[in-house]
């Protein structure tokens, strides 16, 4: 497996008496693409927080980058980037003059910061906008520019606070498509989402906060198996028989519920389609359609939270 570039241990923050982060552990590898949710209030922004440096820990340590965010601020600034979610340009400064002052600020010399500028602003696509002020632009515009400037500065780790809300789907989609531009380039992206849809299209493993600590941390299949209900998802539209009658006891299903759509969602340990073809033939259904897909994360987000969160 790639490096880790971040590690948190027992990482805490108390605000008086009110525990904001109750001791979460963190490890993450170069390359991936890591998305952190959770309700309201769980512990998501104290925790980003606490890996830039921006709010001491109560307890535990944090090393990004083999460094140490609160003893050595200015190294983990140079290279990790952070998005919040208004992003903080001065309006009445055009897209490229707000690059040129943070370049400044990163010590840049002015020609390489010119040219890093032109490269970043036509990887994001802003460079017929690059001379209008910023209070012109529209939030997606905004958020490129954001991407622009980690671009510049050459970040090897990104956190992105709710980078797409508040965004159109095709300008969900463009910063999505940036977002894994920068990972597939190896950039190592925390982003926190209450997308859920976002959050599994680009996230290569996903922590789940939950009343201060991370309840799961792995892959959206391995929350479904953890979950009890394998990661295989099998659409069913059959006419003709009970589907969950003629299923009991077949080898590797763990459930069989109804949908909306009146279709029935088989979820299996592996792929049973060719089994399940059987039994519904057998017992004379009369099967029009069948469909594997992954198993899908707000599905598992709302089983888990609903199921498993407040015994945790
Ligand atoms: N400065 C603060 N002073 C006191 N309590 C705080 C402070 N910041 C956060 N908290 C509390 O800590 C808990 C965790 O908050 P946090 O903002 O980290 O949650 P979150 O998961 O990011 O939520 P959201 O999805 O709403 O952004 C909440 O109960 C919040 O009220």
Redesign the pocket.
């Known amino acids: 497996m790639s490096a880790v570039v971040l590690e948190a241990r027992g990482l805490a923050?108390r605000?008086?008496s009110?525990?904001?982060?109750a001791g979460i552990d963190l490890i993450v590898h170069e390359g991936e693409v890591i998305g952190l949710l959770?309700?309201?209030?769980?512990?998501?922004?104290?925790?980003?927080?606490m890996l830039l440096g921006l709010?001491e820990a109560s307890e535990g340590t944090v090393t990004i980058l083999g460094k140490d965010p609160l003893r050595q601020p200015l190294a983990v600034k140079r290279e990790v980037g952070y998005l919040p979610d208004a992003v903080g340009f001065y309006d009445n400064m055009t897209g490229r003059e707000n690059l040129a002052y943070t370049a400044r600020l990163a010590g840049l010399s002015r020609e390489q910061a010119k040219e890093r500028i032109a490269v970043a602003l036509e990887r994001v696509r802003l460079t017929e906008a690059a001379d209008r002020p910023v209070g012109t632009y529209s939030r997606g515009m905004r958020q490129r520019l954001g991407i622009a400037e980690l671009l510049m500065r050459d970040c090897k780790v990104a956190i992105l606070?709710?980078p797409t809300s508040g965004l159109d789907p095709q300008s969900t989609q463009e910063l999505l498509e940036l977002i894994l531009e920068l990972s597939r380039g190896g950039m190592t992206i925390l982003l926190?989402s209450?997308m859920l849809d976002v959050v599994q299209s680009i996230c290569t493993r996903i922590a789940l906060?939950n009343k201060?600590r991370i309840g799961f941390f792995g892959t959206v299949e391995e929350l479904a198996e953890r979950l009890g209900r394998g990661s295989y998802v099998i659409d069913v539209e059959v006419e003709g028989i009970d589907l969950p009658s003629v299923l009991s006891g077949a080898n590797g299903v763990t459930s069989v519920v109804a949908s909306e759509n009146g279709t029935w969602q088989v979820e299996a340990v592996n792929d049973v389609r060719a089994e399940l073809a059987c039994l519904i033939v057998q017992a004379g259904g009369n099967l029009k359609n069948m469909n594997l897909r992954r198993a899908r994360l707000d599905e598992a987000y709302n089983r888990y939270f609903r199921e498993y969160a407040n015994a945790a």
């Open positions: 923050k605000y008086g009110q525990v904001a982060v959770g309700p309201n209030g769980a512990g998501k922004t104290t925790t980003i927080l709010t606070d709710e926190s209450h906060f201060g």
